[in-house]
């Protein structure tokens, strides 16, 4: 068990560039979430999927943010036409479904953006 | 306004003392809540989970209580090390298909 990775760990842009983040999950979790972190505060939650399926957005995945799970396995999570506001840490995270409603959350170390 | 408040916001402590960190909730209903540890720059590492039926967990020199009448939450961090430095973060789950609801979390910062 690797444990949640994800890609890259850092990246500086420049405003108005697209980035895209890679998150690999626990192999056998079908589901998988996205959050947004900011400096002295939680984790905001994004959009998760199950399996291939995105089955929930967060408000705050505006029409420049897009994610997708092709094959139910890896997740990307794409950022278009980035602005100063988008600079966060953005967290992937995995579990197991409903078959285990109180199964652990697991965390990747995230992906921190700079936009310039 | 968050569905999960903690306080304090921060704290220093010494080496080897007591601390305790609390978990206010207003999320309804109620599945269960979890304490993660996060170092800067780091992933949360979960330290217990709970739920509705469970008053406490340990994991180590962590304990953490739960009264879900009051909607309550501490954390109860026992003879503290360097190494207990970091954000420690509530989170309430309303259901089984995982809207987790996270606070924004308490810097705990253990100096020598």
Not at chain 1, 51 to 58: C, F, I, P, T
Not at chain 1, 62 to 70: L, M
């Amino acid at each position: 068990d690797t444990g949640v990775s994800q890609d890259p760990r850092h990246k500086i842009t420049k405003r108005g560039q697209n980035v895209t983040f890679r998150c690999d999950p626990i192999s056998e979790h079908n589901r998988l979430y996205w959050y947004r972190q900011t400096l002295g505060q939680g984790p905001e939650f994004l959009t998760y999927f199950q399996n291939e399926a995105q089955l929930e957005k967060s408000r705050l995945l505006s029409d420049r943010f897009s994610a997708e799970r092709p094959k139910g396995s890896f997740s990307t999570l794409e950022i278009q036409r980035t602005e100063q506001g988008d600079s966060a840490m953005y967290l992937c995270a995995s579990r197991l479904g409903q078959e285990a409603p109180d199964g652990e959350l697991f965390f990747g170390e995230g992906s921190r953006l700079t936009v310039l | 306004k968050n569905q999960v408040e903690q306080s304090p916001q921060s704290l220093i402590i010494l080496e080897g003392k007591n601390c305790t960190l609390q978990c206010n909730y207003t999320v309804s209903p109620f599945s269960n809540l979890r304490w993660y540890k996060q170092d800067t720059g780091r992933g949360p590492v979960s330290l217990t989970i709970m739920t509705f039926s469970e008053n406490t967990k340990s994991n180590g020199r962590y304990t953490a209580t739960l009264d879900a009448d009051t909607k309550q939450s501490s954390l109860h961090i026992t003879a503290s090390q360097l190494s207990d430095s970091a954000s420690y973060i509530c989170v309430v789950s309303p259901d089984s298909w995982g809207k987790f609801q996270f606070g924004a979390g308490t810097q705990v910062v253990v100096t020598p």
